[in-house]
């Protein structure tokens, strides 16, 4: 038996900090002429027949209805741009990835923060912090206990990706950090990753292994949609939107509105309430999260997620190893969150458990004695491929030049000008390109 011992996310993925393949199902709905350079639909994912029910095994929880719920008074305004959307703010001028400009309005919080994400306190945002603090006060502290024992590892995992740290709290908007999380809509785990992206960005997903809910793998995959999701669209409130929209909606939304900002697209209906409230609860959740003393929410030590890894070669059962070890089995859940029968896969030969600090040796030493689990007989599903191609969408910045992007993205000029039908040299700040590796 081989065993590893791990204090410290080890970072396998950290050179795909480059181009990432996007899901761009609705790209030809995204013309017609214009700005845009012509591209064909791609579509990157495996998906499944409409008929077909995903797979949910008894472990995953529904998502905490608070996650989804508008602050009373947001309700009240109704979706009007006058009241939804132009209480959105946006800096100006925001630093790619260093500090953000402060608003103005510094009365929530007292004390000036320097935040790294764009955070301005207007109204809309008061109202998550207020909803946040008071409606469901209870529930966000759990949150925050349950974000405090991963955080360390997402802040060294978006420090390898060179994000701003805040953009942790986007889990607790998405999640509260639950592993286990699972939407109406088929997300799952804190980042809550649809099947299709989680595939995209490297996540195993099937019948005995979902790393959409691995803490570790699941932020190494968030890093790098949220990497590529800035790269696209130059802003973070923009970023965020698409990671809850998709880059389509947003895309499409600034093509139709001739915007900049996702403050410009927040005062229309091309995107949902839902989208128009996300960037503003992120901003609140950060501004609590980043300020509990004054808000009264307890800082208590929590453990942080640590573990060594002993080496599996056949399918062991958690209840089995638990009767073997002595480990509790709901630690043993707790630590291996994306295994989803509870048992280690059979397919493969290597894998590697999960288990306390310390008590890896003695695992590792009793694992012979672990009968081997027989898993019950799949069940026939129907699925068809869709073929994929590594083609994304990139909207030119104010600086660019075509041979700024063929380098950024190891692009040859050539092909960007060819997949792109461009003779002239010259683009503008808001075209979109395709680029194809």
């Known amino acids: 038996m081989r065993l590893h011992l791990t204090t410290q996310p080890r970072l396998r993925m950290t050179d795909a900090i480059g181009i990432t393949t996007f899901m761009l199902v609705v790209a030809a709905l995204l013309l017609p002429t214009g700005s845009f350079a012509q591209v064909a639909p791609t579509d990157l994912n495996t998906i499944e027949s409409p008929q077909e029910d995903e797979d949910i095994d008894s472990n995953l929880v529904p998502l905490d209805p608070e996650l989804t719920l508008t602050p009373p008074d947001l309700i009240s305004a109704g979706d009007k741009p006058e009241n939804l959307g132009a209480a959105v703010g946006q800096p100006s001028a925001v630093a790619p990835l260093a500090q953000a400009p402060e608003s103005s309005n510094t009365s929530i919080p007292s004390a000036a923060t320097a935040y790294n994400i764009p955070v301005v306190i207007d109204p809309s945002v008061q109202s998550h912090i207020h909803f946040f603090n008071t409606s469901i006060r209870g529930r966000f502290e759990q949150w925050l206990v349950r974000l405090s024992r991963y955080r360390p590892l997402v802040e060294n995992i978006f420090a390898e990706f060179n994000l701003p740290s805040d953009l942790v ?7 509260g950090f639950n592993p286990y999380a699972f939407s109406r809509a088929k997300a799952t785990g804190p980042w809550q990753f649809m099947k299709g992206t989680g595939k995209v960005y490297g996540l195993r997903i099937d019948h005995y292994v979902d790393e959409r809910r691995d803490p570790i793998k699941s932020t190494v995959a968030a890093a790098r949609y949220l990497r590529d999701l800035y790269d696209m669209f130059g802003t973070w409130p923009l970023a965020m939107a698409a990671y809850n929209a998709g880059e389509g909606k947003v895309m499409r939304a600034l093509h139709t509105a001739q915007a900049e900002t996702f403050s410009d697209i927040s005062k229309t209906k091309l995107i949902r309430p839902e989208t128009k409230q996300y960037v503003p609860r992120i901003m609140a959740a950060t501004v609590i999260a980043r300020n509990p003393d004054q808000y009264g929410f307890s800082q208590e030590p929590v453990a942080p997620h640590q573990f060594e890894e002993v080496v599996v070669n056949r399918p062991l059962h958690f209840r089995a190893i638990a009767n073997t070890t002595g480990i509790p089995y709901e630690e043993l ?73 063929s380098k950024r993205f190891r692009v040859p000029l050539k092909a960007l000008k060819a997949r792109n039908n461009l003779s002239n040299p010259i683009i503008k700040p808001g075209e979109f390109l395709i680029i194809t590796r």
């Not at 081997?372 to 030049?401: C, E, I, M, N």
Request: charged share 30%; no cysteine; aromatic share 8%.
């Open 333 to 405: 859940r707790l630590l291996n969150p994306e295994l989803r029968r509870d048992a280690t896969p059979p397919d493969d030969s290597i894998y590697h458990l999960k288990v306390p600090v310390g008590s890896g040796a003695k695992v590792a030493q009793l694992l012979d004695r672990v009968p081997t689990y027989k898993f019950p007989p799949l069940a026939a599903t129907k699925t068809h491929q869709v073929k994929a191609d590594s083609s994304r969408w990139y909207r030119v910045r104010v600086g660019d030049t075509l041979e700024k992007v």
């Open 169 to 175: 709290y986007l889990s607790l908007v998405e999640s």
